[in-house]
């Protein structure tokens, strides 16, 4: 996942509890994203057959890989966090290596980087399927109206 790097300075400041608490922040998040990637999965099955009709298969088609790409991506951000909280565990019990804690404080921040783009994409990844679901939605109901 490459994307452009801010540069968080406060993070140097930050107390080991503190990122802690920011990585569970990011693990939560990552999780909902997980069960609305589920819902997401679902209902594109459920309205499959509309879609078809509307003739927007092709751009639901872009979604459904969109949507697959984000699900690896975020096994990858998942697998990354619950490894960084870990060694956070691991650099609290060795405190008298402060050059782990500064290569730990550069991890954080890439994390935190990563998870802030993933979320953007995932943001508009998901606007955009509801557009398409509610389009279909609205010729199926026109559908059955004029029918």
Not at 31 to 53: A, N, V, W
Not at 120 to 130: A, D, N, P, S, V
């Amino acid at each position: 996942m490459k994307n452009k790097a801010h540069n968080y300075r406060y993070i140097e400041w930050k107390t080991p509890d503190e990122m802690h608490f920011s990585s569970l922040q990011w693990k939560s998040e990552l999780s909902f994203i997980k069960d609305e990637h589920r819902f997401f999965e679902d209902m594109l099955k459920e309205y499959t057959l509309p879609i078809i009709e509307s003739q927007l298969f092709t751009r639901v088609k872009e979604l459904i890989n969109q949507l697959d790409l984000s699900v690896k991506d975020l096994k990858v951000l998942e697998k990354r966090v619950s490894e960084h909280i870990n060694r956070l565990r691991n650099l609290l019990d060795d405190v008298d290596e402060p050059k782990e804690g500064r290569v730990y404080r550069k991890e954080h921040k890439e994390i935190l980087n990563d998870v802030t783009h993933f979320s953007r994409q995932y943001k508009r990844l998901k606007k955009e399927i509801f557009e398409i679901i509610s389009k279909v939605m609205k010729q199926q109901k026109q559908k059955r109206l004029l029918a």
